[in-house]
């Protein structure tokens, strides 16, 4: 157990809906990021936040969002959904944003899309 | 654009040694990295490297880094059947000091009883 935890686990939905992803970071953490693993893209970074302020982007669509609490947690906001942003979705908390900092990942959100 | 590059599947008997290759394009790469990933669990960091490093082992862990070619491997002793899994190599750092994760596409190490 990595002390990150992802709700919900699974998520069904239909195309053109939205849907919000929960992160909560280990405690202490101040650092999350977010991934996206799919079978057409591999794994990549979305977008990571620190203590609240967006830090860094990825490949992020347009059509995604994302934010971080002030209690630090973090939501991942995905809408206008489409058949190919099925994936599992992970996010990964460190305690800095020292590049040395182990990332601790979450179990994932399986999305599927109908 | 950093770019990072794995052979997708190797099967190995149990008790064997297993290799892992990676190539990553990024020379300015700082840290190399290589996750485990089990059917439906999240990533486990293995194992890290730091640039300046050649060689770290960890228990039956062993990382090889060469970076005038670019090549990381990973090598498992005495292979078990609890180490088949999706082996992840990643690297942060390069000239931007990125600290988002760049990943390879994964080998699945299959171990074979």
């Known amino acids: 157990d990595s002390g990150v935890t992802q709700t919900p686990k699974h998520l069904i939905t239909a195309t053109g809906q939205r849907v919000t992803l929960r992160c909560s970071p280990r405690s202490g953490d101040l650092s999350v990021y977010w991934y996206q693993q799919s079978l057409d893209q591999g794994l990549q970074f979305l977008i990571q936040?620190?203590?609240?302020?967006?830090?860094a982007k990825g490949n992020i669509l347009e059509r995604f969002s994302a934010q971080q609490f002030p209690d630090l947690h973090s939501e991942l906001n995905l809408s206008s959904l489409e058949l190919g942003d099925s994936a599992l979705y992970f996010c990964?908390?460190?305690?800095?944003?020292?590049?040395?900092?182990?990332?601790?990942f979450g179990p994932g959100t399986r999305l599927t899309v109908l | 654009g950093e770019d990072v590059e794995q052979s997708l599947f190797l099967s190995v008997r149990e008790g064997d040694s297993s290799v892992i290759n990676c190539t990553y394009t990024d020379s300015s790469s700082t840290y190399l990295y290589w996750y485990k990933q089990e059917p439906g669990a999240g990533l486990q960091l293995l194992t890290y490297?730091?640039?300046?490093?050649d060689m770290k082992q960890d228990q039956r862990l062993t990382v090889l880094l060469n970076k005038k070619d670019k090549h990381l491997s990973l090598r498992i002793a005495d292979t078990q059947t609890g180490d088949s899994a999706i082996y992840f190599c990643a690297e942060t750092g390069g000239s931007t000091g990125r600290r988002a994760l760049t990943f390879g596409s994964g080998t699945r190490l299959q171990v074979q009883p």
């Open positions: 936040y620190y203590n609240g302020e967006e830090r």
């Open positions: 490297i730091f640039s300046n490093m």
């Open positions: 990964a908390s460190s305690p800095r944003l020292a590049s040395i900092d182990e990332q601790f």
